[in-house]
Each structure stands twice: as structure tokens, then as C-alpha cells.
Nanobody, 128 residues
């Protein structure tokens, strides 16, 4: 079974940057669509970015466009989420997820229901 492990979270000052990693084991991540989600205390889980299987089509939530970048490193079986210009409202647990279906539309690729496999999450805290 595919297993996902997130890393790279931490405490960062506003305006700073982080690179989150989602590493897969058991199966090749390039065969899956990958989504990044976040959940802040008391709030619903929110899809922030996705990269499709195959053509690598990327989607971003409006709240993160221009600041977040998703990418794949197939040699490392890892998907990254580069986060720049961090804001306090970015504070959340960040999860990566993998799904077998192909979605080009953000309506589906940023929906948690489109993914079957989930990591345990990594905490990102933005504070001065």
C-alpha cells in the first residue's frame, strides 16, 4: 500500500519561506495525482495545491496563488510544496494526499474526496 510522509514544516516568521516534502513509499508517486491540503485549528481542511498524474497539470487555491509552487522529483519519489511570503493565516497542519484518478479541474483536484491515501501531516506555524 502506498504510504506518504510529509516533512519540512516548522516555525517561521512572516514573510519567510518553507519547502514541504511529501515522500512516497511502496509505489511510484508519478502514477498518482498529489494534493496538498491544510487544516487550521477550528477550520475545515482546505485544498491548496495539486499536481496531476501524467501531464502534471497544476492547480492552486486562490488564497495561495503566486506564493505556493508544487513540483515533483521523480528520482526521489517526492512531491514538494514551496511556500514563499508566509502569512500568519498560513498556520496549519499541512497534509499531502495521493489519488489514482486524473483531474484537471481544481474543483476536483483540490477536493479531499478525490484522494485515497493520506500522510500524517506536518505543522507550519507562522509567527513573529
Amino acid at each position: 500500500q502506498l504510504q506518504l510522509v510529509e516533512s519540512g514544516g516548522g516555525l517561521v516568521q512572516p514573510g519567510g519561506s518553507l519547502r514541504l516534502s511529501c515522500t512516497g513509499s511502496g509505489y511510484t508517486l508519478n502514477n498518482y495525482g498529489i494534493g496538498w491540503f491544510r487544516q487550521a485549528p477550528g477550520k475545515a481542511r482546505e485544498g491548496v495545491s495539486s499536481i496531476a498524474r501524467g501531464d502534471g497539470n497544476r492547480n492552486y487555491a486562490d488564497s495561495v496563488k503566486g506564493r505556493f509552487t508544487i513540483s515533483r522529483d521523480n528520482a526521489k519519489n517526492t512531491v514538494y510544496l514551496q511556500i514563499n511570503g508566509l502569512k500568519p493565516e498560513d498556520t496549519a497542519v499541512y497534509y499531502c494526499a495521493a489519488g489514482e484518478a486524473y483531474y484537471s479541474s481544481a474543483k476536483y483536484s483540490l477536493s479531499s474526496q478525490s484522494y485515497e491515501y493520506w500522510g500524517q501531516g506536518t505543522q507550519v506555524t507562522v509567527s513573529s
